[in-house]
């Protein structure tokens, strides 16, 4: 079993031989008579190609436009110069209409996101605090990584799963280097919703190629990373000692609250749908049992808390602090004591604050309301984009972006993408608006995949600047540490980025992207087996496999890890030097279909959405118009080829009710990479 399957390759026309072959063929039967071959014809049901002119038509077709290409965004409205002043004036008002439409929905967009995060808290906030209890199972590294990717995934914010280490490190319940192994699944699981994101591009195939390539850019750069520092990090320590060494040289005081930039802007709107109390979550990790019963929904917004100097009474057993602040009456015991009081004052304004709803209920209704807002934003950003981007604005925004300076300083355009992605992402404060926010820029063909890795990468670091910041901030109790993790989360990524950035040969989540690109084009359904298995199922499995152990864990994931480089290594000899394999080797022909092909999958699930569809909600009537649209075409760009010569055009269209059986045989004998 291997990671990939190959992307297919162009269907060979089934009824144009190769020209060299078609001579041949010509000369070997110029002696026979006329009636041979029209009953030759007649049998095998195919076009001679003595007899058609397809194939010298197909030979000046041009060859297939590479589709990681940018596209042209062409203007097809009127030119500048052809409008009269009412023209002119009309478009300049369009067009500041867009720009502020083209806000509006960028602005959505990012309360949709923040609601989105809150509701995955609702849905397993409380499930996320209880995996951060067991001490045993976060002392072991690859354990603390998958329950950072987890935690993170359910929470949908690094920095909240951050805040939960931070406050666990705090408290004596976790130390530092075990926390680290959490910050880096923490990394991986921040990644998650851009590829979310880029799923809602899946209606057009190019788009959905370059939109899911362009985010899961930023998915394999963050687990390369891991597979290549945490073993380094277990055996030597170094992010732990090199941030010691920095927080202690400094004498640190706890500071002001971090810039907010966006939510002050965000925080209005979002307020008014749901508020949280995020304390319950940490309370929860740190083992408070009175926070298990709690709600994360924040009723009361405005409280004053008091401490009052209080008679109290106390079990005679007590021992009092001091003889003279106790006293007894009868059979009670007195003694002074603080007393704190919390004092309601004013309730939440937000749309919950009066409901009756489990937190559980609250969650799932903000989920689909958030996922609803956040598609129809895309949406409709993406048509919005597509409308605006076009001519001389497209041309000055590809050539901003996606140019390369001269040669000496070509490499120099990398690293200031790196540093506007980082600038971006301090602004907004989060790596996941950020990257979400040019998915579909790379969707459209504005940022090429090459320009989107910088770009990214350089999010990774200023989500980690913000964080720095934010730590500064802290109080005085968990200042250290709070520093040292977000310092540690900053080296992390530093360290990836010097490993797979600086020469162009070690970009590998360039060409995985690709990869995964051009078979989520192909097979869109991988797209969410992509999702739900490295995000889910992969850090559960590892998970569970913790649970039982250490000589459980190596017993399963050693052989599965080397079995999966074993294919990789197999994968690249097969296409790169394939006489150096044994002969069985050189291709995947000896496994079953099914394992190194995923077109079985793909009838099996293409056949389920059609009966599901057929009797669930007439998906199968859309797919049957949109077959026979296809087949139209088809028809038509057929008739163009053959117009000259009818009889070949009906005989092509009698081989061709044939042609199908024809090119899934073919198609199945050429798989030749393992899934």
């Given at each position: 079993m291997a990671p990939w399957p190959e992307v297919e390759k162009p269907e060979t026309n089934n009824y144009i031989g190769d020209s060299s072959k078609q001579n041949q063929n010509m000369a070997g039967k110029e002696g026979e008579n006329h009636k041979g071959n029209v009953a030759s014809l007649g049998n095998k049901g195919e076009i001679q190609p003595a007899f058609s002119t397809i194939a010298l038509i197909d030979e000046t077709r041009p060859e297939e436009e590479d589709p990681w290409a940018l596209p042209e965004l062409q203007d097809t409205g009127v030119k500048w110069s052809e409008l009269d002043r009412k023209g002119k004036i009309i478009r300049v008002l369009y067009g500041i209409g867009k720009f502020i439409m083209l806000l509006g929905l960028l602005y959505m967009f990012v309360c949709s996101l923040d609601v989105l995060s809150s509701a995955f808290q609702l849905v397993g906030g409380k499930a996320a605090g209880d995996i951060f209890q067991d001490d045993s199972v976060l002392s072991n590294p690859v354990a603390g990584l998958v329950i950072g990717v987890l935690v993170t995934v359910m929470v949908q914010s690094s920095s909240t799963s951050s805040s939960i280490v931070v406050s666990m490190v705090s408290s004596t319940l976790l130390t530092v280097r075990s926390a680290i192994p959490i910050i880096m699944g923490a990394n991986i699981g921040t990644s998650v919703t851009n590829t979310i994101v880029a799923l809602m591009q899946a209606g057009d195939r190019n788009e959905?190629?370059?939109?899911?390539?362009?985010?899961?850019?930023?998915?394999?750069?963050?687990?390369?990373?891991?597979?290549?520092?945490?073993?380094?990090?277990?055996?030597?320590?170094?992010l732990?000692?090199?941030?010691?060494?920095?927080?202690?040289?400094?004498?640190?005081?706890?500071?002001?609250?971090?810039?907010?930039?966006?939510?002050?802007?965000?925080?209005?709107?979002?307020k008014l749908i749901i508020e949280l109390d995020k304390s319950v979550i940490n309370a929860i990790a740190t083992n408070d049992e009175s926070a298990k019963n709690k709600s994360l929904v924040k009723i009361w917004c405005v409280t004053e808390t008091n401490v009052t100097l209080q008679n109290v009474t106390i079990p005679p057993s007590e021992n009092c602090t001091s003889p003279d602040l106790c006293w007894t009456e009868g059979n009670l015991t007195w003694t002074?004591?603080?007393v704190t009081e919390t004092d309601y004052i004013s309730k939440c304004q937000h749309l919950f604050a009066n409901s009756d709803l489990p937190d559980l209920g609250i969650g799932l209704i903000l989920l689909a309301?958030?996922?609803?807002?956040?598609?129809?934003?895309?949406?409709?950003?993406?048509?919005?984009?597509?409308s605006v981007l076009k001519g001389q604005v497209a041309s000055v925004i590809k050539k901003t972006i996606n140019t390369d300076f001269p040669f000496p300083f070509t490499w120099l355009a990398g690293y200031l993408a790196m540093l506007a992605g980082a600038g971006m992402t301090f602004v907004v404060q989060s790596s996941s608006v950020?990257?979400?926010?040019?998915?579909?820029?790379?969707?459209?063909?504005?940022?090429?995949?090459?320009?989107?890795?910088?770009?990214?990468?350089?999010?990774?670091?200023?989500?980690?600047?913000?964080a720095i910041l934010a730590a500064l901030a802290s109080p005085g109790s968990t200042l250290k540490y709070s520093l040292q993790i977000a310092l540690c989360h900053f080296f992390f990524n530093i360290s990836g980025i010097l490993l797979f950035y600086p020469l162009p040969?070690?970009?590998?989540?360039?060409?995985?992207?690709?990869?995964?690109?051009?078979?989520?084009?192909?097979?869109?359904?991988?797209?969410?087996?992509?999702?739900?298995?490295c995000f889910f199922l992969l850090p559960l499995f590892v998970f569970g496999l913790s649970l039982a152990g250490w000589p459980v864990l190596l017993g399963v994931c050693l052989p599965l890890s080397a079995l999966f480089i074993a294919v990789i290594?197999?994968?690249?000899?097969?296409?790169?030097?394939?006489?150096?394999?044994?002969?069985?080797?050189?291709?995947?022909?000896?496994?079953?279909?099914?394992?190194?092909?995923?077109?079985?999958?793909?009838?099996?699930?293409m056949s389920s959405l059609a009966f599901c569809g057929k009797h669930c909600c007439g998906f199968c009537k859309c797919c049957k118009?949109?077959?026979?649209?296809?087949?139209?075409?088809?028809?038509?760009?057929?008739?163009?080829?053959?117009?000259?010569?009818?009889?070949?055009?009906?005989?092509?269209?009698?081989?061709?009710?044939?042609?199908?059986?024809?090119?899934?045989?073919?198609?199945?004998?050429?798989?030749?990479?393992?899934?």
């Amino acid at each position: 079993m291997a990671p990939w399957p190959e992307v297919e390759k162009p269907e060979t026309n089934n009824y144009i031989g190769d020209s060299s072959k078609q001579n041949q063929n010509m000369a070997g039967k110029e002696g026979e008579n006329h009636k041979g071959n029209v009953a030759s014809l007649g049998n095998k049901g195919e076009i001679q190609p003595a007899f058609s002119t397809i194939a010298l038509i197909d030979e000046t077709r041009p060859e297939e436009e590479d589709p990681w290409a940018l596209p042209e965004l062409q203007d097809t409205g009127v030119k500048w110069s052809e409008l009269d002043r009412k023209g002119k004036i009309i478009r300049v008002l369009y067009g500041i209409g867009k720009f502020i439409m083209l806000l509006g929905l960028l602005y959505m967009f990012v309360c949709s996101l923040d609601v989105l995060s809150s509701a995955f808290q609702l849905v397993g906030g409380k499930a996320a605090g209880d995996i951060f209890q067991d001490d045993s199972v976060l002392s072991n590294p690859v354990a603390g990584l998958v329950i950072g990717v987890l935690v993170t995934v359910m929470v949908q914010s690094s920095s909240t799963s951050s805040s939960i280490v931070v406050s666990m490190v705090s408290s004596t319940l976790l130390t530092v280097r075990s926390a680290i192994p959490i910050i880096m699944g923490a990394n991986i699981g921040t990644s998650v919703t851009n590829t979310i994101v880029a799923l809602m591009q899946a209606g057009d195939r190019n788009e959905f190629r370059r939109a899911f390539a362009g985010a899961t850019i930023h998915d394999f750069f963050n687990w390369l990373a891991v597979f290549a520092l945490l073993p380094i990090e277990v055996i030597s320590g170094y992010l732990y000692h090199l941030t010691n060494v920095i927080v202690e040289s400094f004498h640190l005081e706890s500071g002001e609250d971090a810039p907010e930039l966006l939510k002050v802007i965000t925080d209005p709107f979002t307020k008014l749908i749901i508020e949280l109390d995020k304390s319950v979550i940490n309370a929860i990790a740190t083992n408070d049992e009175s926070a298990k019963n709690k709600s994360l929904v924040k009723i009361w917004c405005v409280t004053e808390t008091n401490v009052t100097l209080q008679n109290v009474t106390i079990p005679p057993s007590e021992n009092c602090t001091s003889p003279d602040l106790c006293w007894t009456e009868g059979n009670l015991t007195w003694t002074l004591k603080n007393v704190t009081e919390t004092d309601y004052i004013s309730k939440c304004q937000h749309l919950f604050a009066n409901s009756d709803l489990p937190d559980l209920g609250i969650g799932l209704i903000l989920l689909a309301l958030s996922l609803l807002v956040l598609c129809s934003c895309l949406i409709m950003i993406v048509k919005l984009l597509n409308s605006v981007l076009k001519g001389q604005v497209a041309s000055v925004i590809k050539k901003t972006i996606n140019t390369d300076f001269p040669f000496p300083f070509t490499w120099l355009a990398g690293y200031l993408a790196m540093l506007a992605g980082a600038g971006m992402t301090f602004v907004v404060q989060s790596s996941s608006v950020f990257t979400s926010a040019i998915t579909p820029l790379v969707g459209i063909g504005v940022i090429s995949i090459e320009r989107s890795y910088p770009l990214t990468l350089g999010a990774n670091i200023g989500t980690t600047t913000t964080a720095i910041l934010a730590a500064l901030a802290s109080p005085g109790s968990t200042l250290k540490y709070s520093l040292q993790i977000a310092l540690c989360h900053f080296f992390f990524n530093i360290s990836g980025i010097l490993l797979f950035y600086p020469l162009p040969f070690t970009r590998l989540p360039i060409r995985m992207s690709k990869t995964l690109g051009n078979i989520t084009a192909k097979y869109r359904w991988f797209a969410i087996f992509y999702l739900l298995v490295c995000f889910f199922l992969l850090p559960l499995f590892v998970f569970g496999l913790s649970l039982a152990g250490w000589p459980v864990l190596l017993g399963v994931c050693l052989p599965l890890s080397a079995l999966f480089i074993a294919v990789i290594v197999i994968n690249i000899m097969q296409s790169k030097r394939p006489h150096s394999l044994p002969e069985k080797l050189q291709n995947w022909d000896f496994l079953p279909i099914w394992l190194h092909s995923l077109e079985p999958w793909d009838n099996i699930i293409m056949s389920s959405l059609a009966f599901c569809g057929k009797h669930c909600c007439g998906f199968c009537k859309c797919c049957k118009v949109n077959a026979e649209q296809e087949g139209a075409k088809d028809k038509q760009l057929k008739t163009m080829e053959v117009y000259e010569n009818t009889i070949a055009m009906a005989d092509e269209e009698r081989g061709g009710r044939r042609a199908p059986s024809v090119a899934c045989v073919e198609k199945t004998g050429t798989n030749n990479t393992a899934l």
